[in-house]
């Protein structure tokens, strides 16, 4: 991964292969911003000007190299736009460093070192700047060959080009300042994270199924001092796990049932993150048509942002109890496979009507928040890419919260939205439940299809215990990206998620959340 320091040195003096200024839009024109003086000065107050002759413009997100002036230890200086320039008296928002800082971040791949000149006026800036300097230098390369066979030494010659921004050196960073030192460290622990949850997303199908998911698991366990416990597909027969049993039973990979827990000697509370892991989704017997099977690796999203969290909160060391369920399992048509019309027990004891064996990931949750919610923990999260109806509603960048508590809902709103993951709360309207109405079950795992995101929302509430708290963040749209990269958000898996539930698992420590 990326290394990161905080660097006293100058932006004239630093020795790298790049120093990284923010620039805006202004009202007349290019803006340069704060941190950027020495560099300013090297050109002789003039950078603004040889930028727009250039045709920069400020816009976000946009990124401009030029040769360095005379007076820069630095041969190349990497101009990144910040959006609009802030008022008088205001800052840049913490969301625009992140994403120019990953902009920048992903034009320096193949660097050693850079040096980022941004705005940090305080140890949040600083911590904005490096998530998103972190963040945007990923990249996922387990699953590509070295190419030699073809390619001889060019192959070697073309990886150097693409590998990640060596050293992250933040210009401004205060390293003997105890916030700075923090932010940094917590920066570092989190982007590494929410790369772990990237690079499993990202795995083919074929390299992760649910044995392999569990085994990641525990040797995170392991590492990181965590608690460990995986149900295998016979312990979950003899539990009475029908939602994950009937939705897996068509694989070769039998599915799995992982609980995964940080516990804190002075933690007061305790919250339970419970993961859709659908490792592989064909849609089962109702089978997906052609054109949407290709990216279905991703639908364990949900999964890999609870393990990531749970670690991150070991490693944060944050005084709450945080536990981890992944409802692991292979969605696959066969002749053992669940049939549309099929009814399984699911582990609360109630039966549900399977309708339509591609809305599997409602099953496997339903068997994990009734256990979760057996351990009565204060709060419980779940984080599923649920449904393509929430995509059509919100878009590719924005995932829904649904809630059984109002203020709770708005208290994850708020917090996704201070971390900078797009988000939007979502009702749950009572009148959508008797869709699910079935004459042979308890109920049936669809209901009416407009409003889907919802239905799916009301048949997890089902399953949720009496007096629990709990959301449900259906991350469908911004799980897996398909386009070209922006800001820090790469091409395919994203990590969606995980610094909302990280911050809401600081928040719990904190007692913020009452």
Known sequence: MTALTLSTSSAATLRADAVVVGVAKGAKGVVVAPGADAVDKAFGGKLAAVLETLGASGAEGEVTKLPAADGLKAPVVLAVGLGDAPGKDDGYGHEALRRAAGSAARALAGSKK????LPVEDAEAA?????????GAYSYAASRGNGTAQNGKGAKKNDAKSAPLGEVALLGGKPRDKEFKAAAARSQ???????????????PPNDLDPKTFAAEAQAAAKEFGLKVEVLDEKALKKGGYGGLLGVGQGSQAPPRLVRIAHTHAKATKTL????????YDSGGISLKPAGHNETMKCDMS????????????????????VTGWLALAENMPSGSATRPGDVLSMYSGKTVEVLNTDAEGRLVLADALTRASEESPDAIVDV????????????????????????FRTSVHEIAEEVGEQSWPMPMPSELRKGMDSPV?????MGERMGGGLVAGLFLKEFVGEGIAWAHLDIAGPAFHEGAPWGYTPKGGTGSAVRTLVRLAERTAAGDLG
């Open 272 to 279: 339970a993150l419970v993961g859709k892991g659908i490792t």
């Open 127 to 135: 911590a904005a700047v490096s998530e998103g300097a972190l963040l």
């Open 114 to 117: 850079a040096g980022f000149a």
């Open 441 to 445: 079950a308890d109920l049936a795992n």
């Open 189 to 203: 622990t989190l982007a590494a994270e929410i790369n772990r949850a990237r690079d499993l997303i990202n795995l």
């Open 384 to 407: 599923a890419t649920l449904t393509g109806a929430m995509v059509l509603a919100l878009g590719h960048r924005t995932f829904g919260i649904m809630a059984n508590d109002d203020a």
């Open 302 to 321: 949900g999964a890999a942002a609870v393990f990531a969290a749970v670690v991150a909160a070991a490693r944060l060391g944050l005084e709450v109890n």
